[in-house]
């Protein structure tokens, strides 16, 4: 432990190396700086992964920041007044929220369906092979990028990966992002600097317990917030906006298939703000068309290149073609001969009271939010006598957002979505929660950054009281439950996770079983567990040759479970009822406890003596 504690301030001090030197060099605002950093790092270690040079390519970086730690270090003492540019409220607030993150993860564990089908076992993969995910990857969403997991292999490949540490890096990552919506606050505005807090933590209550999973629903919508805000901050410098911006659109592209719409998003919002700065400064096209076309270079050309790089790399990596892949967009994608009228019909309206609903806290949150900026922009014309156009634009464009990102949500479950799961709308909470959180960051900060611009707002005590009471207003609209899933991970819908942990545990050290081993898995629920549990094994085992059964209700899973055995060398069994047991071969063992089994030529031979089991024998 001690071990870990000391890598974990060693990576600490290696970013502080960083940060400090690109705050001299540059003199950019410290709130950026960590987000500035990871998404550098992430592109970086990407061009390392793809070509095979992953582990040299984290030494460097990790030693490099260690260098430059000590260079400014020196720097500092022999000028201890520039210490003070060093720190303001963002950069506070990522030292607290990624020390609370670690206090609060230190003893998590994966739990939830994705981490074990995806997120998490991506980590582990890169972890145990020390390179980006090739043909002999378990994962099966193949076509998925690799970005969050990329900076999570950073950080546990120094610190040693433990599924605690892998969620305390996305801590680490998550403080770092939210850290830029402090851009536009000082020390000398206590009651902003609260204000954005508060908003801070509102969207991480939006979904309390994604704290606990390696999903990036959430920080898609945190990323690409950071960047809106950051190209506003810049709006008046675009070769330092282009610059910085970035590696963050080059992460954001690799966060997710789908952060190429945020991208967009993203792009719309420069492209809006270019315009305006052409249109103010009198700017000259003609005299300036290098410095567009490097800022162009830089905004669209090197994002949309590493995106080609990945898929690049998953056509040489894997032998599946992309057609294979999940939600793949191809030449027959857009047919609906394949669905149901059923689900052409219902879709649309199903769809739309999802998204509109107004019971839901999340659409009730962004109903305040707007009603909260129609109220500053009142305030604004009436005190100043002027439109804050800014604040009002804001409002149309996340609004607007909403809309389109409603209407490309009907197009992925009309036709890139499995019928099954497109029906009952599979995993529309997380698709919102990314779009939610990206109106409700940018909105709320834009708003609380037009008051500051307010000439009475530095000497109005009760504007600022007005302001967060309004934000504390919004967080209590946040359910309960999402408090409370935010501060303690929630236990598991089944025991089967704990149960299979151990019992594969107790085997290993009985019997030293590989890779190699086949294992089968009984846990008779009588129903589907829709694959959790082949998900989980798979997981702990890292490989394909483990085989799950959950029920047997038929003449096809009973042929299905024979096949299974007689792949296997080892039979694990968590529950087992008379129903499963009807399904075993006529030969061998037929009646079956809690524990372990010896497998051969397909018929159960013998129990395996585990101590932690023995109550279970006959």
Request: charged share 15%; hydrophobic share 50%.
């Amino acid at each position: 432990m001690i071990t870990v504690i000391l890598m974990f301030l060693a990576i600490f001090i290696s970013f502080a190396g960083y940060g400090m030197y690109i705050r001299f060099r540059w003199g950019i605002n410290p709130s950026i700086i960590p987000l500035l950093l990871f998404s550098s790092l992430v592109t970086i270690l990407f061009i390392g992964g793809t070509l095979n040079i992953l582990p040299l390519t984290v030494n460097l970086i990790f030693a490099a920041g260690l260098v430059l730690f000590i260079y400014n270090l020196i720097r500092i003492v022999k000028d201890i007044s520039t210490l003070k540019v060093l720190l303001n409220p963002g950069i506070i607030f990522f030292l607290i929220a990624s020390l609370f993150f670690a206090f609060l993860l230190k003893d998590a564990l994966f739990i939830h369906y994705d981490n074990f089908s995806h997120w998490g076992l991506i980590v582990k993969e890169m972890v145990e092979g020390n390179s980006l995910p090739d043909d002999s990857t378990i994962v099966s969403f193949r076509n998925y990028p690799p970005g969050t997991a990329i900076f999570i292999y950073y950080i546990v490949s120094i610190m040693g990966f433990s599924e605690s540490a892998s969620l305390i890096a996305q801590g680490v990552l998550i403080a770092g992002t939210l850290a830029s919506l402090f851009l536009f606050t000082s020390f000398k505005k206590p009651v902003i600097s609260i204000s954005v807090f508060l908003v801070s933590l509102l969207l991480l209550l939006i979904d309390g317990s994604m704290i606990y999973t390696l999903l990036v629903d959430s920080y898609l919508g945190y990323l690409s917030t950071a960047i809106v805000l950051i190209s506003f901050y810049y709006r008046n410098q675009w070769s330092r906006l282009s610059l910085i911006v970035m590696p963050m659109l080059t992460f954001l592209v690799l966060v997710k298939d789908s952060g190429k719409i945020f991208l967009s998003f993203c792009l719309i919002w420069i492209i809006g703000l270019l315009i305006n700065y052409i249109r103010k400064k009198e700017f000259n096209i003609r005299e300036n068309w290098k410095n567009l076309i490097a800022w162009g270079f830089y905004l669209l050309f090197v994002p949309f290149f590493v995106n080609y790089l990945w898929s690049k790399y998953t056509a040489k990596a894997y032998e599946a073609s992309y057609d294979s892949n999940r939600h793949a967009v191809t030449s027959d994608t857009f047919n609906l001969s394949d669905r149901s009228a059923e689900l052409v019909n219902n879709l649309l309206p199903d769809l739309l009271q999802a998204s509109f609903n107004l019971s839901s806290p999340t659409f009730q949150l962004m109903l305040f939010a707007n009603a909260f900026a129609v109220l500053a922009v009142v305030y604004i014309f009436i005190s100043q006598k002027q439109l804050a156009k800014t604040l009002i634009w804001t409002g149309i464009y996340v609004n607007i957002l909403y809309l389109i990102y409603t209407a490309l949500l009907y197009i992925l479950y009309l036709f890139l979505m499995p019928e099954n799961e497109a029906v009952y709308l599979a995993g529309f909470g997380r698709y919102n929660t990314s779009i939610s959180i990206f109106f409700l960051g940018t909105l709320l900060i834009i708003t609380l950054h037009s008051l500051t611009q307010s000439i009475n707002f530095s000497g109005s005590i009760k504007l600022k009281e007005i302001v967060c009471m309004v934000i504390v207003a919004l967080l209590l609209t946040i359910p309960q439950g999402q408090i409370q899933s935010f501060l303690q991970q929630d236990e598991p819908s089944t025991p089967a996770l704990h149960e299979a942990t151990e019992l594969l545990k107790s085997l290993r050290t009985e019997k030293n079983i590989s890779k190699e081993n086949g294992v089968t898995v009984f846990n008779d629920l009588g129903e589907s567990d829709r694959f959790y549990l082949r998900h989980v094994m798979w997981y702990k085992r890292s490989t394909f040759k483990t085989y799950t059964h959950t029920y047997c209700d038929s003449p096809k899973l009973e042929e299905r479970i024979k096949i299974n055995l007689g792949k296997s060398d080892y039979l694990l069994v968590l529950q087992s009822t008379n129903h499963i047991e009807k399904c075993l071969p006529d030969e061998g063992i037929q009646e079956l406890n809690k524990g372990a089994y010896a497998i051969n030529d397909g018929l159960i031979t013998e129990r395996i003596n585990l101590p932690s089991y023995a109550e279970y024998d006959n």
